[in-house]
């Protein structure tokens, strides 16, 4: 298994461009999740989806869309890409939800800066 | 609201405990965690423990939770240069929402 596939590992863009990160994963997890890790803050939760089809937000959602319309791929898109979005992207699944733990499998990250 | 607190940094001797600390706010999380992240990688699940547990132990890993004081604590016995690595405490608010609210991160660093 390959678990949690992010693609690309790095990207350049300059302010305004337009770009998707892909993520999937082979495991048939339902839950899959996209957060940004900045230094001195953690990761934070930028979308979730909780099935195919369904999509949420979560603490910094603003500048990205995803979609998910198979269950094994969940792409984040910057649809102009800004500087204050120069950060590490993950992306991590799960298959239990909603009823005992929740453990995540992340991907390798994907380093994005914007000039 | 959900927020979920660490010290940036420990510096610990080799052979040492160290002892990683995190406060979270939501008192309705039902499973607390933690990952570690080496350099350049993913993060890894260590550990989790259920709410209605007040310590888990794992081998050199032992969890104590303090819900009265929403206060989760990670101690590595015998602290080993493997051990350097971001330690992260995460808070699930709602098991329903299947949102993983993380903390900044301690980076644990071990003196010779």
């Known amino acids: 298994n390959a678990g949690v596939t992010q693609t690309p590992k790095f990207q350049v863009l300059k302010t305004g461009q337009s770009m998707t990160l892909q993520c999937a994963q082979d495991m048939n997890h339902e839950y899959m999740s996209w957060y940004r890790q900045d230094p001195g803050m953690g990761l934070r939760l930028i979308h979730y989806?909780?099935?195919?089809?369904?999509?949420d937000q979560g603490e910094v959602p603003n500048g990205y869309n995803v979609s998910r319309s198979t269950t094994e791929d969940f792409p984040l898109r910057l649809l102009s890409a800004a500087p204050s979005q120069t950060s590490v992207y993950f992306c991590?699944?799960?298959?239990?939800?909603?009823?005992?733990?929740?453990?995540?499998?992340f991907g390798a990250g994907s380093r994005l800066t914007v000039l | 609201g959900e927020d979920v607190e660490q010290s940036l940094f420990l510096s610990v001797r080799e052979g040492d405990s160290s002892v990683i600390n995190c406060t979270y706010t939501d008192s309705s999380s039902t499973y607390l965690y933690w990952y570690k992240q080496e350099p350049g990688a993913g993060l890894q699940l260590l550990t989790y423990?259920?709410?209605?547990?007040d310590m888990k132990q794992d081998q050199r890993l032992t969890v104590l939770l303090n819900k009265k004081d929403k206060h989760l604590s990670l101690r590595i016995a015998d602290t080993q240069t493997g051990d350097s690595a971001i330690y992260f405490c995460a808070e699930e608010p709602d098991s329903s929402a299947s949102k993983i609210i993380f903390g900044s991160g301690t980076r644990l660093s071990i003196r010779p």
């Open positions: 423990i259920f709410s209605n547990m």
């Open positions: 989806s909780v099935g195919a089809g369904i999509t």
């Open positions: 991590a699944s799960s298959y239990d939800h909603g009823s005992g733990a929740n453990v995540l499998t």
